[in-house]
T-cell receptor, first 113, second 114 residues
Framework: DQQVKQNSPSLSVQEGRISILNCDYT??????FLWYKKYPAEGPTFLIS?????DKNEDGRFTVFLNKSAKHLSLHIVPSQPGDSAVYFC????????????FGTGTSLTVIP | GAGVSQTPSNKVTEKGKYVELRCDPI?????LYWYRQSLGQGPEFLIY????????DSGLPNDRFFAVRPEGSVSTLKIQRTERGDSAVYLC????????????FGPGTRLTVL
């Protein structure tokens, strides 16, 4: 049962434009959300996170938006750069679940120079 | 400083064999996690250690899977009587505390069961 879903397996964006990656979840108990970035043959790297008490968190070119009523979060990258090309995973955690993350299936982002 | 390392990077084995996968966390990190990533899927939680003890092993799929961390640093994931369905990338992550946002992942071990 996939509790975190990324329905777009891939996304292509022109360099300099905005990349928007989407993530939906089903478990209303999730209270912490993260985005990880993964290059081939490497482990995922933490990118940005957001707590359920917020609806937006920004870190440089990366902004995560959380819509709790819709159980939806998105990652905005602006401006997109070729080095951003990677697979992006969203993950979520619920209190009392032993610090385990539930990951989505990933979205492969390609930024075209 | 060194990140999380995992050995071997690749492991090919035959169905029914026993395998051990090793994880060296970042020095001083007390929390250690194992995940499994199957093709086309995101990482799936297996087990979490806080120090030497398994604080949560609810993700282990069955009793063929076992993990240890005897001295609170290096961890070994052990799989008995491997099956073709065990083929996946096994990821290890460590964290300095129990904080949620600082899980540092290793490059993974790609296990192929023939």
């Amino acid at each position: 049962d996939q509790q975190v879903k990324q329905n777009s397996p891939s996304l292509s964006v022109q360099e300099g434009r905005i990349s928007i990656l989407n993530c939906d979840y089903t478990n209303s108990m999730f209270d912490y959300f993260l985005w990880y970035k993964k290059y081939p043959a490497e482990g995922p790297t933490f990118l940005i996170s957001i707590s359920s008490i917020k609806d937006k968190n920004e870190d440089g070119r990366f902004t995560v938006f959380l819509n709790k009523s819709a159980k939806h979060l998105s990652l905005h990258i602006v401006p997109s750069q070729p080095g951003d090309s990677a697979v992006y995973f969203c993950a979520a955690s619920a209190p009392g679940t032993g610090n385990q993350f539930y990951f989505g299936t990933g979205t492969s982002l390609t930024v075209i120079p | 400083g060194a990140g999380v390392s995992q050995t071997p990077s690749n492991k090919v084995t035959e169905k029914g064999k026993y395998v051990e996968l090793r994880c060296d966390p970042i020095s001083g990190h007390t929390a250690l996690y194992w995940y499994r990533q199957s093709l086309g899927q995101g990482p799936e939680f297996l087990i979490y250690f806080q120090g030497t003890g398994a604080a949560d092993d609810s993700g282990l799929p069955n009793d063929r899977f076992f993990a240890v961390r005897p001295e609170g640093s290096v961890s070994t994931l052990k799989i008995q009587r491997t099956e073709r369905g065990d083929s996946a990338v096994y990821l290890c992550a460590s964290s300095p505390t129990r904080t949620l946002n600082e899980q540092f992942f290793g490059p993974g071990t790609r296990l192929t069961v023939l």
